[in-house]
Each structure stands twice: as structure tokens, then as C-alpha cells.
């Protein structure tokens, strides 16, 4: 929240922003082998990327030897754009060597896959704001999903604009029409079906807005553990050859 640029940035000087001191005492304490860190896009550039350079500086003073990227959901599968710094740190500097960020997906699930059939009718919108939304805008694409920026100005697009917790509850709706439901936002989020629906609209808004991109965070985890996995094996392989 410190760097979100939704937020009053405040960046080290919030003390949420200081929690990143917190991680780097962990790291140390705990060694583990390696990490993958997720946080606004804005984390990356804020005061110039003097920020993240001390970020850097304090991981690589506990050991470890970083690369950071831009990852986006739009770019693995999901139909939203959510753009995160991600940073991933090994305790064995070579494993980095064997590190690629994940390939990005030339195609998302489209919003038909995503939207429910039949919403509850309480998730539309009243017609004063229905036709306010289609006086100021007309979609190319259908299905869409609507977007009303903090200047007041309203895009559409086939997919969805990132999820925030804190947002108006129309800040992003379905063909200017109506808001997205649970399910829909966790399907946005790539949670997975069986994932239950725990809580009220406002706390689901919450917990998804809040909630990392699952395919993303993965395909960056899964090329985490193939770098540590593939140095060790060549490892191995180079003391085979030459026992």
C-alpha cells in the first residue's frame, strides 16, 4: 500500500513500507534456499528506483543474489490487467544463473469463461447509473468490462483492469451494466473452483483485490524451484565426472 499508486505513496517513510526490513531479519534468521517477493508495480519506480535499489541492497546484504521483473495476469492466462513487481532471491548465487522469467502467454481466457450466466439482480447497477455510463461511453467488444478511472473517465475492454480492494463498487462493471460477482472476481484472480465463497460482497471485494494473480505467481515460483533444481543437478553431474 506504501507504493500502490492508489495510495498517498509514502514508501519508507510508512511504516508498512519498513516491512520489507522485517522480511530481510527473516531471511537472515531462516536461510531459505530461495524467495519470491510480489508488490505494486509502483514499488519499481517510485522515487526514481532509489527504493529499489535499497531493497536490493538490503536482500543482497542477507545473501542473496536477486533479479526482479513486471509480471502481468493479462500475460498468463487471466483476463485481467494486474501488473506486479515480483522479486526472486537464491541463497546460492549460481542458482541465478539458472533462473528465466516465465514465458509470456500469447492468449488470456476470454470473459465469457469468466462471467456468470445469471447474476443475482442485486449486482446491477440503478438505471441513473447504467445510462450516465453509456452516455459517456460506447464499448467496441462484448462482452466487456468497464473501467471509470479517478478522473472520472470510462474505458472498456475485453478483459478486466486490476481488482482493488479499496475501489467503488463501480469502479469496473460488465458491459456498463452491473458489478462482478464473488465467483467472477476470484475467477479474475485464478482461483480455482473449488475455492470457497467465505464472507459478505464487501469482504470478497477485499480478499480478491488484495489477493495475488494464482497462474502468475506460479509460473514465477515454478521457474524458482527449476533454477535451484538444475544447478543442483549439474552439480551432481560435474562431482560424478569427476570422482
Not at 82 to 111: A, H, Q
Not at 112 to 132: G, T
Not at 202 to 216: H, L
Amino acid at each position: 500500500q506504501p507504493f500502490s499508486i492508489i495510495g498517498d505513496r509514502g514508501a519508507m517513510s510508512d511504516d508498512r513500507g519498513t516491512l520489507i526490513y522485517e522480511i530481510v531479519r527473516i531471511l537472515r534468521a531462516k536461510q531459505p534456499k530461495a524467495f519470491v517477493l510480489e508488490n505494486v508495480r509502483q514499488l519499481s519506480t517510485i522515487g526514481g528506483g532509489a527504493v529499489m535499489e535499497r531493497i536490493l541492497a538490503s536482500l543482497s546484504g542477507a545473501g542473496y543474489a536477486c533479479d526482479w521483473s513486471i509480471m502481468n495476469a493479462l500475460h498468463h492466462g487471466l483476463p485481467q490487467k494486474r501488473e506486479r513487481t515480483i522479486i526472486v532471491g537464491f541463497l546460492r548465487s549460481s542458482n541465478l544463473g539458472f533462473f528465466r522469467w516465465p514465458e509470456r502467454k500469447k492468449k488470456y481466457k476470454p470473459l465469457s469463461e469468466i462471467l456468470e450466466a445469471n447474476p443475482h439482480p442485486r449486482y446491477f447497477v440503478s438505471e441513473r447509473i447504467k445510462n450516465k455510463r453509456h452516455a459517456e461511453h460506447t464499448a467496441t467488444v462484448t462482452p466487456s468490462i468497464w473501467h471509470e478511472n479517478k478522473a472520472g473517465n470510462v474505458s472498456s475492454h475485453p478483459f478486466s483492469c486490476a481488482l482493488r480492494a479499496g475501489a467503488s463498487y463501480n469502479y469496473l462493471l460488465v458491459n456498463g451494466e452491473r458489478r462482478l460477482t464473488p465467483r467472477e472476481q476470484l475467477r479474475l484472480q485464478g482461483f480455482p473452483e473449488r475455492f470457497d465463497v467465505i464472507g459478505n460482497d464487501s469482504q470478497i471485494k477485499k480478499q480478491t483485490g488484495n489477493a495475488v494473480p494464482v497462474p502468475m505467481v506460479r509460473a514465477a515460483i515454478r521457474s524458482v524451484l527449476h533454477a535451484a533444481s538444475e544447478d543442483a543437478r549439474r552439480n551432481v553431474q560435474a562431482r560424478a565426472a569427476s570422482a
